[in-house]
Structures are given as structure tokens and as C-alpha cells.
């Protein structure tokens, strides 16, 4: 199995800026794709960004140009740089990771990290 763990949330104002590390162990060669979820009070969790084996990216539209995912495949890390933070950001962040390329359903997830962004 594939165990991760996310650190990096925290409280933080409108426009500010957090980190969201997420590390792999287990038998981490079951990995292809890796992915932060979000999910806000009251609503369902959702895809924020992922990234492949091969560094192809995706980002849901409302925080493309102000997120940015990365990952060490040696390290087993990924990160997630989140800046200009909105209000609406706020919500409990998930790594998540599957074995296939596209990430639908995860096969793997995290305890979850809050992140809150006052206003």
C-alpha cells in the first residue's frame, strides 16, 4: 500500500501565500499520478491540480495562473505553491494519487491539512 502524508496549511489573509507539501512512502512504485483535493465547509470534494510521471499538469480554472504543483519523484514529494489566496480558497487539502495517468478516482489518500484564508 501507499501511505501520504500532507503538511503546509495553516491560516493565512486574502492575498497571501502557503505551501502544501505532501510525501509518499509504501510501495510508492504503484504511483503514476499525484493530486491535491479540496473541499470547502458544506461542499463536495474537488480536483485542485495534478501532476504525472511525465510533469504534464492540469489545474481546475479558478486557480490556474495562481497555483502551481510540483513533484520530486526520487524524493517521493509533491508540492503545491498557492499564491494571491482567496477566501474561497479555504477548506481542508488532500493529496491524493492513482495508478493510472488521469486522475479520476484516487487510490490513495490523505489525512487532509486545513487551509483558511481570512478575509
Known amino acids: 500500500q501507499v501511505q501520504l502524508v500532507e503538511t503546509g496549511g495553516g491560516l493565512v489573509q486574502a492575498g497571501g501565500t502557503l505551501r502544501l507539501s505532501c510525501t509518499a512512502s509504501?510501495?510508492?512504485?504503484?504511483?503514476?499520478?499525484m493530486g491535491w483535493y479540496r473541499q470547502a465547509p458544506g461542499k463536495e470534494r474537488e480536483l485542485v491540480a495534478d501532476?504525472?510521471?511525465?510533469?504534464?499538469?492540469n489545474y481546475a480554472d479558478d486557480v490556474r495562473g495562481r497555483f502551481t504543483v510540483s513533484r520530486d519523484i526520487g524524493k517521493n514529494t509533491m508540492n503545491l505553491r498557492m499564491n494571491n489566496l482567496k477566501p474561497e480558497d479555504t477548506g481542508v487539502y488532500y493529496c491524493?494519487?492513482?495508478?493510472?495517468?488521469?486522475?479520476?478516482?484516487?487510490?490513495?489518500w490523505g489525512q487532509g491539512t486545513q487551509v483558511t484564508v481570512s478575509s
Open positions: 501532476i504525472a510521471l511525465d510533469g504534464d499538469q
Open positions: 491524493a494519487a492513482t495508478r493510472t495517468v488521469v486522475m479520476v478516482s484516487p487510490d490513495y
Open positions: 509504501g510501495n510508492t512504485f504503484l504511483i503514476n499520478t
